[in-house]
C-alpha cells in the first residue's frame, strides 16, 4: 500500500459518564473525507455499538461537533485532510458538558444556560398588533444580525477555559444570544436579560480569553457580544444609582 | 462568582490605580537614581499629605482589586465556594489593607508615631 | 483534554493573570519592608544595599514589568468592555506589552 491508499489510525473515546478510554481503529482512507464520515463509517463497518449525533452533514444544525486531535471542531465540515497527524487522528466528546455515551456529550447544561442568560424569545408585540418595520442598518439591528447565525454547536463552550473553571458560567453561546435579543426591536424585557447576565454565573465572568471567537465554525464573534453586555450593564449600573 | 457588584469593584478600583501606578513608576525611575537609603524615602515622603492620600488610596484600591483577583484565581483553579471562598477574599483584602495601611503610616506620617 | 490555545488573546489573558498573582503575592513583602522605615531603619537600610545586587535589579525589572503590563492589559480590557473598540484587540494586546517593555526598560537603564 502507498501513503495514499494506508488506512486511518483513528482513536476514538469510548465510554460514558462513568468514564472510559480510547479505542483504536483502522478506517480506509478517501480522497474526499471529513471526520463524521470516518465516525459514520467505524459505526457502519467496524463497531455498531458506537454511538454519536450528527443531522444534516452540512454545518446547518450544530449537532455533530467534537474534540478532534484535542480541538472543539464541527465534524461534518472538518476534512481529514486539514487535521490529520501523520496519519492518525482522535475524535473524543466535547469538552466541558457531560458525556452520555461514547462521542455523544449531553447537552442539557448547554441549553439550560441558555434558557438562563433570558434565552428564550418573548415578543414585544402581539398578532393583533401591526407589524413593526426593522431597518437592517439600523445600529442595534446590525449588532443583533452580527450575531444571529449562531447554530449552537457547543463549539464555544467547549473551547472556553473559563467554563471549564467555573461550572456556574452561562458560557459564549448563551451570552450572545442574549445579546442578540438585548439588541433586538421585537423583544421584550431588557432588565430581564440584564439581570440574567448580571448574577453569579453571568457575562462578568469571561476573561476575554477569546477562545470562542478563534473556535467559532459560523466566524461569529461571541467575545465581542459578552463585552457588549458588560458595557450595558455598567450602564444600567450607574443608570440605576444615579 | 464575579457578579456585577464584584466586577464595578474590580474595575474601578482598576482605574483608580491606573494614574497612581504610572505615578508610582514614575517616582520610581526618578528615585533610584544614585541608589535608596531609608532616610531618602523619608525625606521626601514623611509628613506630606500629598503622599499620604496617593499611596492612602492606592493601598485601599490594591486591597481591594487584589483581593477579588485572587478570589477569581482560587475559584476557578481550586474550585473553593461558598462561605470559605468569602471568607478567604476577605482574609485578603484585610490582610493586604493591614500591611498597606502600617507601610503608609511608616512612610508618610509626621515625624514619625 | 485541551485544546490548543496558542492564540494571541488567550496568551494576553495568561500574561495578565500571571502578572496579577505575582504583583498579589509580592504585595505583601512588599509592604512589610516598608514598614520598617519607621521602626527599623537600620534593617531598611541593609535591606536597601542588599538590593543593590544586579540579581536584585533585575527581579525589579522583572516586577515593573509585570506591573506595567498589568496596567495596560487591564486598560486594553476596560477599553474593550466599555468603548467599542472589538476590532484591533490582538494589536492593542501587543502595544500593552511594548508600552510595559519600554517603561521597565526605562527602569532597568536608571539602575544599571
Not at chain 1, 160 to 176: E, F, K, R, W
Amino acid at each position: 500500500m502507498d501513503a495514499d491508499t494506508a488506512p486511518l489510525e483513528v482513536s476514538v473515546w469510548r465510554g460514558d459518564a462513568e468514564g472510559g478510554s480510547f479505542q483504536q481503529f483502522e478506517v480506509p482512507a478517501l480522497e474526499n473525507q471529513t471526520i463524521l464520515d470516518v465516525v459514520s463509517w467505524i459505526q457502519q463497518y467496524a463497531d455498531a455499538t458506537l454511538t454519536y449525533r450528527f443531522a444534516c452533514r452540512v454545518g446547518m444544525c450544530g449537532s455533530c461537533a467534537m474534540m478532534v486531535n484535542g480541538q472543539p471542531r464541527w465534524t461534518c465540515r472538518t476534512h481529514v485532510k486539514k487535521v490529520l497527524r501523520d496519519r492518525h487522528v482522535e475524535i473524543a466528546p466535547l469538552r466541558n458538558l457531560p458525556v452520555i455515551k461514547d462521542l455523544a456529550a449531553d447537552m442539557d447544561p448547554f441549553f439550560d444556560k441558555w434558557i438562563a442568560a433570558g434565552g428564550a424569545h418573548r415578543p414585544s408585540a402581539s398578532r393583533d398588533d401591526p407589524i413593526p418595520g426593522i431597518d437592517p442598518a439600523d445600529g442595534a439591528r446590525v449588532e443583533a444580525s452580527a450575531g444571529i447565525e449562531c447554530i449552537n454547536c457547543s463549539i464555544c463552550y467547549a473551547a472556553c477555559d473559563t467554563v471549564a473553571g467555573n461550572p456556574d458560567y452561562l458560557g459564549p453561546a448563551a451570552l450572545q444570544r442574549a445579546w442578540t435579543l438585548l439588541k433586538d426591536a421585537k423583544h421584550e424585557g431588557r432588565s430581564a436579560i440584564l439581570d440574567a447576565v448580571s448574577g453569579t454565573g453571568g457575562c462578568h465572568n469571561c476573561h476575554s480569553m477569546g477562545s470562542c471567537t478563534v473556535f467559532c465554525p459560523n466566524d461569529l464573534d461571541p467575545m465581542s457580544a459578552i463585552a457588549g453586555l458588560k458595557r450595558e450593564t455598567t450602564r444600567s449600573f450607574f443608570g440605576r444609582r444615579k | 462568582m464575579l457578579d456585577l457588584r464584584l466586577y464595578m469593584l474590580q474595575r474601578l478600583s482598576a482605574l483608580i490605580m491606573v494614574p497612581l501606578t504610572l505615578g508610582h513608576i514614575a517616582v520610581m525611575i526618578y528615585a533610584v537614581q544614585g541608589g535608596l537609603t531609608a532616610e531618602e524615602i523619608l525625606g521626601r515622603t514623611q509628613g506630606s499629605l500629598f503622599w499620604f492620600l496617593f499611596y492612602g488610596s492606592f493601598v485601599l484600591a490594591v486591597s481591594l482589586h487584589a483581593a477579588i483577583g485572587l478570589r477569581v484565581i482560587v475559584y476557578e483553579t481550586f474550585g473553593l465556594r461558598g462561605t470559605t471562598l468569602v471568607g478567604l477574599t476577605w482574609s485578603i483584602g484585610l490582610l493586604l489593607l493591614g500591611l498597606g495601611t502600617q507601610a503608609l503610616v511608616a512612610v508618610t506620617w509626621p515625624g514619625g508615631v | 483534554m485541551r485544546p490548543a490555545r496558542a492564540h494571541p488573546l488567550w496568551l494576553a489573558f495568561v500574561l495578565h493573570r500571571v502578572s496579577g498573582l505575582a504583583l498579589a503575592l509580592f504585595l505583601p513583602l512588599h509592604f512589610w519592608v516598608l514598614s520598617w522605615a519607621l521602626t527599623q531603619p537600620q534593617k531598611l537600610n541593609q535591606f536597601l544595599s542588599f538590593a543593590e545586587q544586579p540579581i536584585v535589579k533585575i527581579a525589579e525589572f522583572g516586577l515593573i514589568f509585570l506591573l506595567a503590563v498589568h496596567v495596560f492589559g487591564g486598560l486594553r480590557l476596560m477599553a474593550m468592555e466599555w468603548l467599542p473598540w472589538s476590532a484591533p484587540q490582538k494589536t492593542l494586546a501587543a502595544g500593552a506589552i511594548g508600552v510595559a517593555v519600554l517603561i521597565s526598560g526605562t527602569f532597568f537603564l536608571q539602575v544599571v
